[in-house]
């Protein structure tokens, strides 16, 4: 049985720094064609994808975000961590963590954590 | 910020079939990207309803179908149900920005069973 979910902080100030992270099982990262990526959707709004890691360690960006991102596994390989640096209130949503497949699809999802940001 | 456009809503009664199209571009879907599509019920987590453009995974029922075709895809839900109200997402690759090739959603669909 595939689970994933994520923690982190539910509030947090303007420049500070996010991270969150994705607790899974019924799968390991280890197994060629395995990914985990982290995708967000502010209220009332589209999803969007922010960062992939896969089997190989191999990081993802979405390109908009690039430079504040960092996705990360911890050496059991069964969490991973995103850093989001200099949180603005824009950046308040549910974000999620998601197992993805090398076809390019979210087969299993987190229920989704939510960040606000304000001062 | 999405790069895949959907329409806002559609709506049609319980029994008939309602489609959802998803339109993007040269560097998306017109590529040759595969589309994927996922269903949103009200306070919860995507589900993954279609791979692949027209791959159902287990225990989606056959109502839901997938197809795609130059720049466009399109989900169908044929014998809708009032189960079936909720908002659905599109999502491709697109390799205008970076080079490599960035995941991309759509717009979002919410489907009203009347």
């Known amino acids: 049985q595939v689970t994933l979910r994520e923690s982190g902080p539910a509030l947090l100030r303007p420049t500070q720094t996010l991270t969150l992270t994705c607790t899974f099982s019924?799968?390991?990262?280890?197994?060629?064609?395995?990914?985990v990526s982290w995708l967000r959707q502010p209220p009332g709004k589209a999803l969007e994808w922010l960062a992939v890691?896969?089997?190989?360690?191999?990081?993802k960006y979405t390109t908009s975000l690039k430079t504040r991102l960092t996705i990360s596994t911890d050496t059991s390989k069964n969490q991973v961590v995103l850093t989001m640096t200099n949180m603005d209130p824009v950046d308040s949503a549910t974000y999620f963590c998601?197992?993805?497949?090398?076809?390019?699809?979210?087969?299993?999802w987190g229920q989704g954590t939510l960040v606000t940001v304000s001062s | 910020q999405s790069v895949l456009t959907q329409p806002p809503s559609v709506s049609g009664a319980p029994g008939q079939r309602v489609t959802i199209s998803c339109t993007g571009s040269?560097?998306?879907?017109?590529?040759?990207?595969?589309v994927h599509w996922y269903q949103q019920l009200p306070g919860t987590a995507p589900k993954l309803l279609i791979y692949?453009?027209?791959k159902r995974p287990s225990g989606v029922p056959d109502r839901f179908s997938g197809s795609k075709s130059g720049t466009s895809a399109s989900l169908a839900i044929t014998g809708l149900q009032a189960e079936d109200e909720a908002d659905y997402y599109c999502?491709?690759?697109?390799?205008?920005?970076?080079?490599?090739?960035?995941?991309?959603f759509g717009t979002g669909t919410k489907v009203t069973v009347l």
């Open positions: 040269s560097s998306n879907i017109g590529a040759g990207y595969d």
């Open positions: 692949s453009s027209r």
């Open positions: 019924g799968f390991s990262l280890n197994t060629p064609g395995m990914l």
């Open positions: 999502q491709s690759h697109d390799s205008r920005l970076s080079g490599s090739s960035d995941y991309v």
């Open positions: 890691i896969d089997w190989d360690d191999d990081e």
């Open positions: 998601a197992r993805v497949r090398s076809g390019g699809y979210a087969d299993y």
